[in-house]
């Protein structure tokens, strides 16, 4: 029942006993009509025919960050009389616009009507669309019913993906890797940068230009052999994020992972997403492969010391390895120097996931992490809120980044 039903229902309540406290017959007669309009539109609406079926199309189904779908509502009336006029509200998630709401006009039996409208990727996530319920009322607006029709949809909205800055620092912290081969070559193109002569190392090596040159004996140093796998690995705890909606430490945290995978995909790199411990490691794929997962993601309960571990053992800490964490405690801290061990290039980015909860100041733990990694031949950089992950990158790239060579300094 509608207000306007609910205050009649009192106005009939009212009229008659005022006619019987007063004396006004003339009072009754008005109780008693206004009684059956009320009781006249409880049938209307008990036998009004409402066989409506909805089908729903979204194109396109999954959305870049910031895109627009359409959803498309196919109304059709199966019934053998017309259907009367109806809202129909389709159930929108609020993170994607309100509640979209259609005036139905009489649908004549078997007949369709199209209705459409476009939503905006706004946040990131997998998001179910419908059910629609439609609603019809009386004549005269005192009754309603409702009914829910089974019409729904998923809509993905991928992670946005922040452009980074031309170049990858594929080679490793400072030039030097952890393990892997290296090669002995002797073209300029295949050179990192020239360094002093240091006892054992390959007289073929020798770069007799810089020798003279500068009086000592120079020599070149080989670039060394990466692997064309790339894993990314996202931390995803629940309980060391902080912040809410697209601006919590967390979207910021699984967007740099997108991004951070397109960046390295595009330099033909096969990437590999890690954020739990599995028993069979994913096969590198492109980059636009692990969107889907990327935009589910929500936050949950992980060991990140056994996802440590086991990519320690695993193929996946070969090739580039780029950890996107919030401050790890000492135990993780040395199980991530542990597992960049076999990679070729290590790269961090430490979310401060407190400055996305209002803290104004670096986190410690944030700070002796990039000191630790550093110091153990990672590039480091730590994320605050507010800032944006391209400058973060350029000082991955220059020499903020750097630490000394793997085997010199380990944390943990």
């Known amino acids: 029942m509608t207000r ?49 079926v909805v089908d729903r199309r979204i194109q396109p189904a999954t959305l870049p960050f910031g895109g627009r779908a359409r959803v498309d509502l196919l109304v059709r009336n199966t019934g053998r009389v017309p259907s009367p006029p109806a809202w129909l509200e389709d159930a929108v998630p609020p993170a994607l616009a309100r509640p979209s709401a259609y005036r139905l006009p009489v649908l004549a039996p078997h007949r369709m009507l199209d209705l459409s409208v476009e939503l905006e990727g706004r946040h990131r996530g997998r998001f179910t669309l419908g059910p629609v319920t439609a609603t019809i009322r009386d004549p005269f607006g005192l009754v309603q019913r409702r009914r829910s029709i089974a019409s729904t949809g998923v809509l993905t909205v991928e992670p946005p993906v922040w452009p980074l800055p031309p170049g990858a620092p594929l080679g490793g912290a400072s030039g030097a890797v952890a393990s892997g081969p290296r090669r002995a070559t002797v073209h300029g193109d295949d050179l990192a940068d020239i360094r002093e002569y240091v006892r054992g190392d390959d007289l073929r090596a020798v770069h007799w230009a810089s020798t003279a040159h500068r009086g000592k004996l120079m020599v070149r140093r080989a670039e060394e052999v990466t692997s064309p796998r790339a894993t ?20 910021v945290a699984v967007a740099t992972a997108a991004s951070v995978a397109h960046h390295l995909g595009a330099r033909g790199r096969g990437v590999t997403l890690l954020d739990r411990p599995t028993r069979d490691l994913a096969t590198p794929a492109p980059a636009d492969a692990w969107m889907p997962t990327l935009a ?11 996802l440590l571990r086991q990519v320690a053992t695993s193929a996946a800490g070969e090739g580039t390895l780029i950890a996107v964490v919030t401050a790890p405690d000492p135990q993780e801290l040395a199980a991530l120097v542990r597992a960049g061990r076999g990679a070729s290039s290590r790269l961090a980015v430490i979310i401060d996931a407190a400055t996305y909860a209002g803290a104004t100041s670096a986190d410690p733990a944030a700070e002796h992490a990039i000191a630790g990694l550093r110091a153990a031949g990672w590039r480091a950089t730590r994320l605050a809120g507010g800032e944006r992950l391209e400058d973060r990158w350029r000082d991955l790239l220059g020499r903020g980044g750097r630490g000394r060579p793997a085997g010199t300094a380990e944390a943990g």
């Open 4 to 52: 306007r039903g609910v205050g009649t229902g009192v106005a009939v309540v009212v009229l008659w006993l005022a006619a019987r406290l007063l004396g006004v017959p003339q009072l009754q007669v008005v109780a008693v009509a206004l009684l059956v309009l009320l009781v006249g539109a409880v049938v209307w609406i008990a036998v009004a025919p409402l066989r409506l």
């Open 232 to 251: 990314v690995l996202l931390d995803i705890r629940r309980d060391r994020h902080a912040g809410t909606g697209p601006a919590s430490s967390f979207e």
């Open 296 to 306: 589910a993601l929500e936050p949950t309960d992980v060991d990140l010391t056994a």
